[in-house]
Every structure is written in structure tokens, then in C-alpha cells.
């Protein structure tokens, strides 16, 4: 298998800009390329230690992997395929994320209790964190921009409680009170409604994102987790991790429209810029399961490595 992946590699790996999903597998200490043309794997790139989190620079040309033995950010060439450079994030990163602007990529520090910002624009020169926010509790997960680049919510899994934090003034703005164990966090584009999966409450919390403000919950699958929207934000993906499925709700109601069988623990989720196709990362199956959001059914699973984490598509 080895030896097929570095023939493919050296065919496509210029092309590698576009229609492209790229898995994290955290126990192979790898990542995949996944062609979206054909969900056939391309390529593969030794991380080492437990690749977690993806980003994208806005231009689409950097990734950007959250490393969570070492500690550190890795920077990649996606055209080139190859690790660029590393910076230090601290003990124990999870998710990353970049906010609308494309300048700043946050990093929810685990045991820091934190969330670290890089300003990626000079990350290639000056290779280190900017900032840091420290949270009200503990063991943030994933830290995610608010649509206006203005706020940043994050996690905090041991404490049951999402963070607010004031990006532009770089400091703690609200804590609010959710379910138990949040996990994943996805915004509404339009920056009105943010949702908060919360793995043992069985919910999902969905937040006010102008009064930052828990508006409601909506009652959903067992260990749910991921979340994943839409690119026009009419439908929410969820991840139900202990029912092995992925929901789909309905934004305009909140309602859950389909459900839809995946693989083993399925975890985080990317979608293809047109919203056609869903990609998740099931942990415990070894899998990527593909979805196709119009008729809302599982078309393929892909073999991937060993507990993959999560996925980011490149449009």
C-alpha cells in the first residue's frame, strides 16, 4: 500500500490544490489526501506524534495541523505536500480553526486552559503564538471564530460551559452554562445562531450569537459531537458518536430533517464548498464515510489510518 501511495503521490501532488479532503489520522501519526472527484486516497504525509486538529490559510495553500505529543503547530505546503515548519502551541492542542479574514488561526490549549492565536500572515517568519486568552474553565476542545471575527466561542469540557472570547480586545468576555461535556461548535453564516454539541447531555445547545445568550436545545443521538454547517447555513451535520450516525438538521426550525448510518464513533466532519458531499471521520472504524447531502444517504467508506480525528476539504 505504501509503495502505491508514493507513485500516486508523485502524479498528483501538483494538482493537490483543489476538490481535495485531507484526513488526520492521529494513531498513524498521518495525514491523507482524499481526492473528492473520486474519494479515492492520493496521498499520504508523515506528521508524526498524534495529528489532530486542520485549518486552511484562506488562500487554500497552507494547511495547518494541530499536533497534540509535541505540542505544535505544523505548517504544510499543500502543493508541494511537505512540512514547512513548526510552532509551539503548548500541552495537549485540539481543534484549530482560522477566522474570517483569514489573519488569525486560534488553538484551544487543553491544559493550558487556553486558547492560542497566531497571526498566520507572519506565521512563516516569525513562527510563534501572538497571544494567548486564558478561559474560566477547564479543557477547552475546539475554539471556533464568531462570522464577524469579532468573538470566539470555545468549549470548556470539564466544566460544562461555553467561553466567550473578545477577540479584537484580546480577553475573556462571558462564560454561559450548557450541557455536559461540549464538543464541537458551528456558527450560522449569517453570525445570528451558534450551536454547541455536548457529548454527555445528548444535545445540542443552540446559543443566541448577537446576545450571546443560550437560546434553547435541541435533543439529539447518543454521545453527539461533531458539528459541521452547510455552506449557505440552511442545515446543521451532527455526529453521534455512540449511535454511530450522523444527523441532519434543519436551521430554520431546528428540527432533525435525516439521519444517516456512518462508521464506528464518528467524530469531526468536512464538506465540499457546494455542500454536495459530507466527510466523516470515524475514529474507531478506521474510516472516512462519505455523504451525499442531496439524497442524504452514505455513498462510500474510505480506509484511512488508525483513529482518524478529523477532516478539512480544500475548495
Not at 493550558?112 to 474553565?137: C, M, P, W, Y
Not at 460551559?161 to 477577540?167: H, S
Not at 479584537?168 to 450560522?188: C, D, M, S, V, Y
Not at 457529548?199 to 450569537?209: H, K, L, M, S
Amino acid at each position: 500500500m505504501k509503495r502505491f501511495l508514493a507513485i500516486v503521490f508523485c502524479v498528483v501532488s501538483p494538482l493537490v490544490l483543489a476538490g481535495t479532503a485531507v484526513v488526520s489520522n492521529e494513531n498513524s501519526g498521518t495525514v491523507m489526501f482524499i481526492d473528492t472527484a473520486t474519494d479515492l486516497v492520493v496521498s499520504e504525509l508523515p506528521t508524526g506524534g498524534k495529528p489532530r486538529g486542520l485549518a486552511l490559510s484562506k488562500d487554500g495553500k497552507s494547511l495547518y495541523i494541530s499536533e497534540q505529543s509535541k505540542g505544535e503547530l505544523i505548517v504544510v505546503d499543500v502543493a508541494k505536500q511537505a512540512i514547512v515548519h513548526r510552532i509551539a502551541l503548548g500541552e495537549s492542542p485540539e481543534a484549530i480553526y482560522t477566522s474570517p479574514d483569514g489573519r488569525w488561526l486560534s488553538a484551544a490549549v487543553e491544559l493550558s486552559n487556553s486558547v492560542a492565536f497566531i497571526d498566520i500572515t507572519r506565521a512563516q517568519t516569525e513562527k510563534k503564538i501572538d497571544f494567548k486568552v486564558k478561559i474560566l474553565g477547564e479543557n477547552p476542545e475546539h475554539a471556533v471564530f464568531h462570522p464577524n471575527g469579532k468573538f470566539l466561542y470555545a468549549g470548556a469540557e470539564e466544566d460544562d460551559k461555553l467561553e466567550i472570547i473578545d477577540v479584537e480586545n484580546r480577553r475573556h468576555f462571558k462564560q454561559l452554562k450548557i450541557g455536559n461535556r461540549p464538543r464541537g461548535i458551528a456558527f450560522t453564516p449569517d453570525g445570528i445562531k451558534a450551536y454547541v454539541a455536548c457529548e454527555r447531555a445528548n444535545a445540542v445547545y443552540v446559543i443566541d450569537a448577537v446576545k450571546h445568550e443560550v437560546k434553547s436545545q435541541i435533543k439529539v443521538g447518543q454521545r453527539s459531537n461533531g458539528l459541521t454547517m452547510s455552506p449557505d447555513g440552511k442545515r446543521l451535520y451532527l455526529s453521534n458518536g455512540g449511535d454511530k450516525n450522523v444527523m441532519v438538521i434543519d436551521t430554520a426550525t431546528d428540527a432533525i430533517i435525516a439521519t444517516v448510518g456512518v462508521g464506528d464513533r464518528p467524530w469531526n466532519m468536512g464538506i465540499t464548498p457546494d455542500g454536495k458531499k459530507l466527510y466523516v471521520a470515524n475514529g474507531r472504524s478506521g474510516t472516512v464515510s462519505v455523504i451525499d447531502t442531496v439524497r442524504l444517504e452514505k455513498t462510500k467508506d474510505i480506509a484511512v489510518g488508525k483513529f482518524p480525528w478529523g477532516v478539512v476539504v480544500i475548495d
